[in-house]
Every structure is written in C-alpha cells, then in structure tokens.
C-alpha cells in the first residue's frame, strides 16, 4: 500500500527562508550579523590567497626581492608572508564566529519548530488530536523539525558560499579579467544545465517524506498491538509488512539523496573540464602576464569549490524543503483548531443539563440525536447499551472534550463553553476503559503532573480501595512501575487510574467500563469505592455488568444514539 503524494510548490531558497523566518528568533539581525561575519570572512580568504600566491612567486622569481601592493606600499616576501599569516589567523577567528552563528541558527530552527508543533498540538481540540494519524505527532517532533534545522543550516552554508564566491571573483578580476568571466560564463551554464536534476531531487524527497510519514504510522500500529500479533501468531506477518514498506522508504531516499550528491560533485567536475579547455585557449593567445594569470586561477579554483558547496546546498534544499512544507501544514492543521473556551468561573458544580444535544463525526450519520438529560449533585447514573450505541460520545459531550453539533450542555444553567477550562478539568474528572499509566513511581502516576501533597495522594489512595496494596510494596509509593504500568495487575491498574481521577476532589467522576476486564475480587473492590463516594461526588457509569449497575440511582440505556429507557433503582 502506498501513500498518496501530496501536491508542493516550487522551492526555492528565498521560498525556504521566508517560511523558517517564524521560526529564527530576531531573525533579520540574526541574517545581517550573519551576512557581515561571513562577508569579512570571505575577503579575508581571498586576500590571504592573493598575499600568499604573490609572495610565492616573488620567491621563485630570482630578479624580484620585494613587490608592491595596494595599502601596505612596497614589502618584501617576508613582510609580505608574516601579513599573510597575521591575515590567516584573523580568517580563524571569523570562520569561528560564522560557525556559532550557523550553529545558533540551526539549533534555535530545531527547538522552536518543535515547540511550536507542541503548542499547537496540545492546544488543539480533541477531535483534531484524536483523528491524528498513529505516529504522525512523534514524526513531526522528530523528524520533520529535525530536517527543517537542516534545512536552515543547508541556507545558512549556502549564503556564507555564495559570499565567499563573490569576493574570491572580485578578487580575481583584479588580476585577471579573462580568466574571471570565463568562470562566471561555465558557472551559469552548468548551474542552468543542471536545473532538471533539481527539479528530480525535490519530486524524490517529495515522495519519500509522505512515504516516510506513512510508514511512522504502520510502525505506530504495529507497536499499539504488539500483544495481539504475538497472541495470533500475526508477528511475521507484520515484520514481512514493515520491512516491505521500509525497503519501499529507503529506496526512496536512496534515490533522492543520490541525486543530490551526483549533482553536486558534477557541478565541480564540468567546471573543472571547461576550465581546462579555457586555460588551453588561453595559453595559446599572446600576452598573456603569468603573475596576474597565477593569482587569478589560484582564485578561481578556490572559487569552484564554493560554487560545488552552493551546488551542493541547493540540491539539500530540495531535499529538505518538502519537511519543513509537510511540519508546517501539520502545525496550521493543530492552530486553526485551537480550544476556545470561557472564562466564567465554576465553583462547584450543581447540576448538567443536555437540552436536544446531537453529535456527527462525519457531518451525515448521527452519533447521538435529540438527547434531554438532566444529572443533579450526588447522583449516581449508569449508563448501558449496545456497543456503537452512543455510549462513549455521551460521555466525551459530558466531559467537554467534543463539543455538541446541535443543542447544548449547560452547567448551573451557564452553556459549557462559558466556563474557565481549568475549573472544569478540577470538578470534573475520568477514568477511561483502559488506564494508561506512565513510567514513574505510583505517587507520580496518581499526582499525573499536578501540585498534590503526598496526604492527598494517600487519601485517594484510600478512596480507591489500593492504598492497602500500595503500603505493602517494599517501596511504598515510590515504587516504580514499567511502560503502561508493568509490574501491576489490571485491577490495580484499574484502582490507580481512579485515585488519579479522585486525588483533586471532583465534583464529577465519570467511568468508563471501570470492571469490564477485571476478577470479581476488583470488581467488587471497585464497586465498593463508589459506594463510598456516591454521598460526596455525582458519578456517570458507562457498563455492560448489572453486577456494577446495581449500585446506580437510575440507569439510562441508548441505543442507536437515542435515550430508548430509564430505570431507576431507588424508591
């Protein structure tokens, strides 16, 4: 299977540079700073160059014992070696500046790129994170922003070449004009010539970044259900897969970089074999002064090397820029879907109330449709039918992370999107189906990055009926758990996650298939801690078990997206 290429426009370095400039903090100073370290650079180069040819042959010559130059009057070949190397030693100097400022440039690329790219992700709404494609976020972090830092430090080296190619063949048109414009000439015709190898490079690196992204998803899926392919018996199977798909990748890179470094060496190469043929003409003509000729053909095959590494980054640039292109639309694709929410303060919440609430993911099939609910303090309500009923969107729309497509949820009577979001993520608080815990100590995993003291931490310990378990791990709560919470059983996992949910006092606990998958010693762990908190929180269950039903103060069934029945269970 393939992924479909995405159309691009054309790049160019200008193109490049207009769109990392968001990224490059101060970035006008941080070019000019750039352009004027690297220019001096560039003219102290060409000087040396110029002072050490002449002196050496000032050396070679018998009849000579001193030369002229320009500022520094009549000197002789030692004077004129020590100002070279006086000259040299401050070309060090510079090229060290250049390097830092090409360094900085880069590496504030890297970080701003991906802080952007967090940014936006997180505060993106949660449809737009949950429809993200496996992998792609991690991609866009790694990947994507490291090619955009290349990116920049591939213009930045492109800008300090075409600098020192600039003074280099200034310099040599001071000592010889001829062999000057002849170079330019066989510059512009090879760089002309080779126009359709960039245009090949930029179609290759296209279809390798969307290749690449396509395959960061597979791999994504594959490790999301690692546990099933070695539980069928599917693991070679899928290694066969992504080791198709990852040949199909490299190959594509394989090309494209290929390309990009054949174009650049035959820049030099072509340059080289036309400058020949024009030395050999030149040789031929009369008058020709053999000092000026020297210098300036030192100069000029300096200068060759620059225009190789121009060559050179231009065809990185086509290489690169399609990332930077591809990040870019991932990070407005996050922006333009940012969560706007009020700013209304909640104190305590009193009551929920749905008035003809209607959910679409596709904008054609209803998820839910026409649903009136209203939910009063220390209640508990379960929930149940079919599976694809509506169940799970319910609960998305009651903890604010979809918003209704029709109708509206009103809190105390105030529309949900009026309240502050961080009120609301205090008084309302979930347990997902499938906790998801994280590499730390199980006070960590409770806490989940919030201000919590350990009291806090053990009173919802408590709460969750693990607190017992807790204290009798050799390292208490410090006790460090695995990737997804290795080392626990699912019923302590279970338990974890609704301490979690528990350790900030809400007002609202929802649950979702909380003793779906766990023994009947967690189940009825789990149903006696809601039982205890029923008197102090209003509490949503989504459940298939009556077992756990059982403790409900009313019971809602939908189905088809609809509220079909009420059952209350209390008198």
Known sequence: MTHPATPRSPSSAMQ????????????????????????????????????LVRAALTITDQTASSMHLPL????????????????????????????????????????????????AYFSATWPRQAADKEGAFQETISTLSQQASLLALTLVNACVAALGLLALLAAALTQNAVVTVLTVAVGALIFTALRPLARLTRRRATQFVDG????????????????????????????????????????DLFHTRAL?????????????????????????????????????????????????QIQGNLQALHEQHPSLIELKKRVESFASSLDQRGTTPVPQIRQIELLGVGYTYDGKSQALAEIDLKISRSKVIGIAGPSGGGKSTL????????????????????????????????LVACVPQEPRLMEGTIADNIRFFREISD????????????????????AGFETMLGPRGGGLSGGQKQRLAIARALVGNP?????????????????????????????????????????TLQICDSILTIDGGKITTTVSNRD
């Open 395 to 426: 609960l998305q729309v009651l903890t604010g992370l979809r918003l209704p497509t029709s109708g509206q949820v009103l809190v105390n009577g105030i529309p949900q999107t009026q309240l502050a979001p961080a009120d609301w993520s205090r």
């Open 507 to 547: 007002d609202v606990l929802v649950m979702d298939e909380p003793t779906s998958a766990l023994d009947r010693r967690s189940e009825t762990a789990i149903r006696d801690s809601i039982a205890a908190l029923r008197r102090t929180m209003t509490i949503l269950i989504v459940a298939h078990r009556p077992t």
């Open 16 to 51: 490049a540079w207009r769109q990392l400039r968001p990224y490059v903090p101060n970035a006008r100073r941080a070019l000019l700073s750039l352009v004027c370290t690297a220019a001096a650079a560039a003219v102290a180069d060409a000087a040396t160059l110029i002072l």
């Open 260 to 308: 990009s470094r054949f174009a650049a060496t035959l820049h030099q190469d072509i340059a080289i074999l036309l400058l020949i043929a024009a030395l050999i003409l030149l040789d031929s003509a009369e008058g020709s002064h053999l000092g000026g000729v020297g210098t300036a053909l030192i100069l000029v095959i300096r200068s060759i090397s620059y225009a190789q």
């Open 455 to 474: 009291d806090e931490v053990q009173r919802a310990a408590r709460q969750a009926n693990v607190l017992e378990e807790v204290l009798r791990m050799p």
């Open 212 to 251: 690449n992204s396509y395959f960061a998803e597979e791999i994504a899926r594959a490790a999301g259900m690692s546990m099933e392919h070695r539980l069928f018996g599917t693991a070679a199977r899928v290694q066969e897969t992504l080791s198709t798909s990852n040949r199909r990748v490299t190959n």
């Open 72 to 119: 520094l009057g009549t000197l002789d070949p030692t004077q004129v070696l020590s100002a070279t190397a006086c000259l040299a030693v401050v070309n060090i100097a510079l090229h060290r500046l250049v390097a830092n400022m090409n360094a900085r440039i880069s590496s504030e690329v890297l970080f701003q790129t991906r802080d952007s790219a967090i940014r």
